[in-house]
């Protein structure tokens, strides 16, 4: 699990082909690798990868072919700038929102500009995701954990501080860019737990019950 706060912005170093999936190696820029271990999971822009190979500089990640076809990494090679973020800790703060690291689609961005000292993204999600967005709650975008702003059908609108464009990819996004998306849990968790509603009410619990003891009327 995650949280949505990029820790460092790393770079692709080699891609490398190895019966039919790829291993990335893959600098950490200003990540701190001291405790990281070997089986650990770090996420590169928003998809969880596992530690294979690594030093105090670099690490190495097999990426298999459904993720390949899944996720931007479809289209990364040497020299592309990912959000990197090691996984949670039973101490760390959980500044975002939880985060599985499992990519849903991608988005693509449609158009940004600036507001005062901030940004404006407007970008345009999967069909098929767009139910799960909405205006205020949680959205995953290359990784990070961002609030939506607006929605309008299958395109959501975010507000992009400096700190967040300084300190991740984000500065680099025009309008085209491809991004990996996860949406938040919850949503996913409450559709699935609707389409399981029995035909009759299982609980006790009525609005004669509730009246009876003050809490309806």
């Given at each position: 699990?995650?949280?949505?706060?990029?820790?460092?912005?790393?770079?692709?170093?080699?891609?490398?082909?190895?019966?039919?999936?790829k291993?990335?190696?893959?600098?950490?820029?200003k990540?701190?690798?001291?405790d990281?271990?070997?089986?650990?999971?770090?996420?590169?822009?928003?998809?969880?990868?596992?530690?294979v190979?690594?030093?105090?500089?670099?690490?190495?990640?097999?990426?298999?072919?459904e993720?390949?076809?899944?996720?931007?990494?479809?289209?990364?090679?040497?020299?592309?700038?990912?959000n990197?973020?090691?996984?949670l800790t039973p101490?760390?703060?959980?500044?975002?929102?939880?985060?599985?690291?499992?990519?849903?689609?991608?988005?693509?961005?449609?158009?940004?500009?600036?507001?005062?000292r901030?940004?404006?993204?407007?970008?345009?999600?999967?069909?098929?995701?767009?139910?799960?967005?909405?205006?205020?709650?949680?959205?995953?975008?290359?990784g990070?954990?961002?609030?939506?702003?607006?929605?309008?059908?299958?395109?959501?609108?975010?507000?992009?501080?400096?700190?967040t464009?300084?300190?991740?990819?984000?500065?680099?996004?025009?309008?085209?860019?491809?991004?990996?998306?996860?949406?938040?849990?919850?949503?996913?968790?409450?559709?699935?737990?609707?389409?399981?509603?029995?035909?009759e009410?299982?609980?006790?619990?009525?609005?004669?019950?509730?009246?009876?003891?003050?809490?309806?009327?």
């Amino acid at each position: 699990m995650f949280t949505g706060i990029i820790e460092a912005v790393g770079r692709i170093q080699s891609v490398q082909d190895i019966g039919g999936d790829k291993r990335f190696t893959i600098a950490v820029g200003k990540l701190d690798m001291s405790d990281v271990a070997l089986g650990d999971s770090i996420a590169c822009n928003g998809v969880c990868l596992t530690v294979v190979d690594m030093n105090s500089d670099t690490f190495v990640a097999d990426v298999s072919g459904e993720t390949i076809g899944l996720t931007g990494f479809r289209n990364y090679g040497s020299g592309q700038a990912l959000n990197l973020e090691k996984a949670l800790t039973p101490t760390s703060r959980l500044g975002g929102h939880l985060v599985s690291g499992h990519v849903d689609g991608i988005g693509v961005v449609k158009k940004r500009w600036q507001d005062a000292r901030s940004w404006r993204f407007i970008i345009e999600a999967p069909q098929d995701l767009a139910r799960y967005i909405a205006h205020k709650g949680s959205i995953t975008v290359d990784g990070i954990s961002l609030t939506v702003n607006r929605v309008d059908g299958i395109q959501f609108e975010l507000n992009i501080v400096p700190h967040t464009l300084a300190e991740t990819i984000m500065e680099g996004y025009q309008a085209g860019t491809e991004v990996n998306l996860e949406v938040d849990q919850i949503a996913r968790y409450l559709e699935r737990l609707l389409m399981f509603q029995p035909s009759e009410p299982t609980s006790r619990l009525t609005a004669e019950k509730l009246a009876e003891f003050g809490f309806h009327k």
